[in-house]
């Protein structure tokens, strides 16, 4: 008994001090949750001029939430919790983009794919040459710490990683359906090819680079664009067959969303387990899961998931958002730069200058290319549309952040001054472009694209997106599948637009293709399943008994 008296002491000791760290995380975790609330509430108040949206808000929240904490703790830290890598890429990233895809109009989406592709894959590619190219041969000359090859590169990556946030909530898709589409989808694509070119990176050998291991680069690089896009589209056809085949509806709509979810996630972590590109891989599981999967699940279910996935990537923005606010005040960095603060401000005014002129680079060209291929005037991207695109495109935001931290701290801690400059440059980027430019986005936007006269947005809506669901669902929920490819068909068409118009288009061959082979197998508008009881049925049956009591 008295020699196991010291065994029992260490062991209180530490469970107290294993109490205590719990308890300082349940204190870190309450707080943070409070920001998370205040900024959504001020967010809402902010909302009615546009001028300060969420990440502006969040951001600003999170510098006053650092500077509390920097004279509460005497200057010794500015966090509330500690960045990790990993809790961005594997819990917060996934629903920001699987959102993006799952409630992207997918008609102007395909539409303009091959402008999209040519923004997104070939512009960003253009943009990491020139802002590495750039850095690699400005910075040596700065002596700003030991950097070798593979980090210009990576900040290559890093900064042509976008954040078209602030442009999308100004923009209104259905009075410039062309630009919200390019804007959108060349913003997923460029994230989805940032990351991929930065995993491709970290990969590969750098110190002997020739020709042969570029070919292999760019070979790689391809492989995992293709690959991750295939397992997307698998593991939303695979969710979309599940539940046609099995009717969860009939039985309980809480098994309908639980699967969907959860399908969306395996997606997004079986990219990760094999190495591929997750990010793409969850992006076209998204669209999948909306051309498809949504359409087989009851209506409540479409509401619900609809509103859950918005939610969830609502949620991880904004917390992105308050804690890169909380960071740009971390004295464990800024203290590397004090002696020197002008190089640090050198730094970041050349990233930002070569963000504008890499931007610019592909942009306009890209544009000038993608213009000649179109027919009429209204497929073309006008000049001041292309000016909203390369001005969307210089916002640096969540991505950005991730990657600079995945390649220049551990746990979000550096203690090399060059990487600890690179830290510190990237979010006064992201901060200047965020604040900044996007406070200038609106008076731009409105002199650039003045709103055209009142018109019915009817045509431009899209009946088989989840965007256009809320109105219909939330008068009466009675409104059933057939109802829409019903007032679909029977829309008065225009003999102009169809004169105008190719018949024998890409779209035309898919949408033939799509109704004979895979929505017979996967489900989708007009090919609902029929559950017994369900809001379908009944609206049927109603409509039924309505007709009777007529004749």
Excluded at 181 to 188: D, Q, T
Excluded at 287 to 302: A, K, Q
Excluded at 484 to 502: C, E, Q, V
């Amino acid at each position: 008994m008295i020699t196991m008296a010291p065994e029992l002491s260490l062991v209180f000791k530490s469970l107290d001090m294993l109490g205590a760290s719990d308890h300082a995380t349940v204190v870190s975790i309450t707080l943070f949750v409070t920001l998370l609330c205040a900024c959504i509430v001020i967010g809402h108040l902010l909302e009615e001029n546009r001028w300060m949206n969420e990440s502006i808000t969040a951001i600003a929240i999170g510098l006053c939430t650092g500077v509390v904490i920097l004279l509460t703790t005497g200057g010794k830290s500015s966090h509330i919790l500690v960045f990790s890598e990993d809790l961005f890429f594997i819990y917060l990233l996934p629903p920001i983009i699987f959102n993006a895809g799952f409630q992207v109009k997918k008609k102007q989406f395909f539409r303009n794919f091959m402008t999209i592709m040519l923004f997104g894959a070939i512009g960003t590619l253009i943009s990491f040459a020139i802002i590495s190219l750039g850095a690699t041969q400005i910075f040596k000359k700065l002596d700003i710490g030991p950097l070798e090859l593979g980090d210009y590169l990576a900040i290559g990556t890093i900064f042509s990683a976008t954040d078209s946030v602030c442009t999308l909530q100004v923009l209104n898709q259905d009075e410039t359906p062309l630009l919200y589409s390019l804007v959108f989808g060349e913003g997923v694509v460029n994230d989805a090819t940032s990351v991929v070119l930065f995993n491709a990176i970290q990969d590969f050998d750098l110190t002997h680079i020739n020709s042969k291991i570029a070919l292999q680069f760019f070979g790689n690089f391809s492989y995992l664009f293709i690959i991750s896009t295939l397992l997307g589209a698998f593991a939303g056809l695979l969710s979309a067959y599940i539940i046609k085949k099995l009717y969860f509806g009939r039985h309980s709509t809480d098994r309908e969303v639980a699967l969907m979810i959860l399908m969306a996630y395996l997606s997004y972590m079986l990219a990760e387990l094999f190495h591929l590109s997750a990010i793409l891989t969850v992006f076209f599981c998204g669209i999948v899961m909306s051309h498809y999967t949504w359409h087989n699940v009851t209506e409540s279910s479409r509401v619900t998931t609809k509103h859950a996935f918005a939610t969830l990537s609502f949620m991880a923005e904004i917390f992105i958002f308050l804690y890169v606010g909380m960071d740009a005040l971390d004295i464990e960095k800024w203290r590397f730069v004090r002696s020197s603060p002008g190089k640090s401000i050198g730094v970041s005014a050349i990233l930002q200058g070569l963000v504008l002129i890499g931007r610019a680079a592909f942009v306009f060209p890209l544009s000038f290319l993608s213009n000649l291929t179109k027919k009429t005037q209204n497929e073309k991207i006008t000049f001041n549309q292309q000016i909203t695109i390369w001005w969307a495109g210089l916002m640096r935001g969540a991505v950005s952040v991730a990657l600079a931290y995945n390649q220049f701290t551990r746990a979000g801690h550096t203690q090399l001054r060059g990487n600890a400059i690179m830290i510190t440059s990237t979010i006064t980027v992201v901060l200047f472009s965020t604040v900044v430019f996007g406070l200038m986005t609106k008076p731009l936007v409105k002199l650039l694209l003045p709103p055209p006269k009142p018109f019915s947005s009817m045509l431009s809506s899209e009946p088989n997106s989840p965007k256009s669901f809320i109105v219909p669902l939330l008068e009466n929920g009675q409104e059933s599948e057939i109802d829409f490819g019903a007032r679909n068909i029977l829309r008065p068409s225009s003999i102009r637009m169809l004169l105008s118009t190719p018949t024998h288009t890409v779209h035309r061959y898919w949408r033939k293709f799509d109704n004979a082979f895979m929505r017979p197998v996967f489900g989708g508008r007009g090919f609902v399943p029929f559950v017994p009881g369900s809001p379908i049925e009944q609206s049927l049956h109603q409509k039924e008994e309505e007709t009777e009591t007529q004749t």
